[in-house]
């Protein structure tokens, strides 16, 4: 994909089917709380519409074999269940909920995820930890503009986020698995405060931190935020009892931790501005606040305006106006231009395939009425995406280079990217050549396959890597069947384009339940 091809006008979005089309809506699926933010945008204003957060300790739930206990997951469930009521009218267009660090975590994900998507009635993406970095740093700096180089800090529940950026643009983003809810299990789980509890619980936190020491350094920024629960947490202590303005110092935080130690235990804490629900979790907030500032050199960490659930609602707007015109920008076109060119990726003949996958794919839904026809629904751009992708494995090796793909795509992080989106991209490079039957489990799902089928016919259009004609091939569907055609003397210039067609369509009548013919037509 370049940018001379992304820069062509596109049919625009469908934006139907909401009653509230002006409104857009994000869930932010925390391991200690889930939060809903409805939002309006417009002209660059952010209006707060409604916010809902419930604290569900999804990351207590994680069982020692990484598995999420039914009392957790019903726990989840009920939350989303009660989001989904305030939710009723909104389209899917309007609704991004995504997952963070429990559910990359949990072994069992899948089965949880199968579940919450019914319940909720929108599909919930599980991030990777630098795409959920981007995305805080994202809501902090449209929120809170700075010019000042700057640090931004996220203590989740079961990790820790760390990004510096100037302006709107991160810079650097990472993530680290030590968070509030992960820490205050293992080293306050029986609900004590000792200081030796405290000094275990600091050391642990600066081994998961220690990496961060030198592109983190106090020299790369100037301004340190923080954008999380426990940061706001523990400004509101330390305001409410007159130690800070709400700024957090390494006075402030040794400080909170005496009271803690002085105390003896969760339940005999009591301090002015800590409400009851950030009990449990303060300890393992306050070890990993205080290595941080000791180790990053932090005089003064202030709490932030944006976060996570804001930064997806900026994310949303420009997917929604990059799709309805494509003059505005979507992190995943950038991200896929970025991957093209690390891994040297032929990018003239990428596109040959992406423009016809599409033209295919195009025809294919028009003909059988299912589905949108456009190449700017999500299908047709997952299938963009991939055939953009599809020979990035031939860096690793040109045998069995669609294997090599699949694996980069699945393990990789790309911007703007849900990890499901990309193993979805993974298994779309996976079956791009031979045999069907690798695809066996996905055989149920008709709109992944219509995909693969525009990119393998596609792939083999293009097997000698030279320009053809626009609309040389069109391909339909009607009562089960599948029909590429082709003109005919175009077909009799071209044997073995026609002979490796051929074949392919005995590969989908062995091996799939969808008969696929090739026609030859008069031109």
């Not at 800590?274 to 393992?284: S, W």
């Not at 950038?334 to 195009?362: C, G, I, P, Y």
């Not at 073995?496 to 051929?502: A, G, K, P, Y």
């Not at 369509?505 to 008069?522: D, G, M, N, T």
Request: charged share 25%; with cysteine; proline share 3%.
């Amino acid at each position: 994909m370049n940018a001379r091809t992304a820069d062509k006008p596109a049919a625009p979005l469908n934006l139907q089917g909401s009653r509230h089309p002006e409104l857009l809506a994000a869930i932010d699926m925390g391991s200690n709380s889930f939060r809903l933010e409805i939002a309006e945008l417009s002209k660059g204003r952010y209006k707060r519409v409604d916010y809902l957060k419930e604290t569900v300790r999804l990351g207590a739930g994680l069982d020692s074999e990484g598995m999420l206990t039914e009392e957790a997951t019903q726990r989840g469930l009920t939350c989303l269940s009660r989001f989904a009521q305030r939710l009723k009218g909104f389209a899917s267009w309007q609704v991004r909920a995504v997952a963070t660090q429990t559910l990359r975590e949990a072994k069992n994900r899948n089965a949880f995820l199968a579940r919450a998507n019914q319940v909720l009635g929108h599909q919930i993406e599980v991030i990777s930890g630098r795409e959920e970095a981007r995305l805080i740093y994202q809501g902090v700096a449209r929120l809170q503009p700075s010019d000042l180089p700057r640090l931004v800090i996220d203590i989740g529940g079961r990790s820790t986020e760390m990004i510096l950026g100037h302006r709107r643009t991160s810079t650097t983003t990472e993530s680290f698995g030590v968070g509030s809810v992960s820490l205050s299990l293992r080293h306050f789980g029986d609900g004590q405060f000792t200081a030796e509890a405290f000094r275990a619980a600091q050391i642990a936190a600066g081994a998961e931190l220690e990496e961060a020491l030198t592109p983190f350094a106090s020299c790369n920024w100037q301004e340190a935020l923080g954008s999380s629960g426990t940061v706001g947490a523990v400004a509101q202590i330390l305001q409410a009892n007159g130690i800070t303005d709400g700024s957090i110092t390494p006075e402030g935080l040794r400080w909170c931790i005496e009271q803690c130690i002085r105390a003896g235990s969760v339940d005999a804490l009591e301090l002015p501005g800590l409400k009851p629900d950030r009990k449990a979790v303060l300890g393992g907030g306050l070890s990993i606040l205080y290595t941080l500032a000791m180790h990053f050199d932090i005089e003064s960490l202030k709490p932030a305006k944006g976060a996570l659930r804001q930064g997806v609602i900026f994310d949303l707007e420009e997917r929604i106006e990059s799709a309805r015109s494509h003059r505005h920008h979507d992190q995943r076109d950038t991200s896929v231009r970025e991957l093209q060119a690390r891994f040297h990726v032929d990018t003239a003949h990428a596109d040959r395939v992406r423009q016809r996958a599409l033209e295919l794919w195009s025809g294919l839904k028009a003909s059988s009425r299912q589905g949108d026809a456009t190449v700017t629904s999500e299908p047709a751009r997952e299938l963009g995406w991939a055939s953009a992708l599809h020979e990035m494995g031939m860096m690793v090796s040109h045998h069995d280079h669609h294997r090599h793909s699949a694996y980069l795509l699945g393990h990789v992080d790309a911007s703007g990217f849900s990890q499901s989106q990309l193993r979805k991209l993974s298994t779309l490079v996976l079956g791009q050549r031979g045999d069907l039957g690798k695809l066996a489990t996905h055989q149920d799902d008709p709109s992944l396959m219509d995909q693969v089928l525009c990119l393998r016919l596609s792939i083999i259009l293009h097997h000698a890597r030279t320009p053809l004609p626009t609309r040389l091939a069109t391909l339909s569907s009607s009562r089960g069947k599948t029909v590429l055609s082709v003109p005919a003397p175009w077909a009799k210039l071209h044997p073995r384009t026609m002979h490796l067609l051929e074949e392919e369509a005995a590969r989908w009548a062995q091996q799939s339940a969808r008969p696929l013919s090739i026609q030859e037509i008069k031109a």
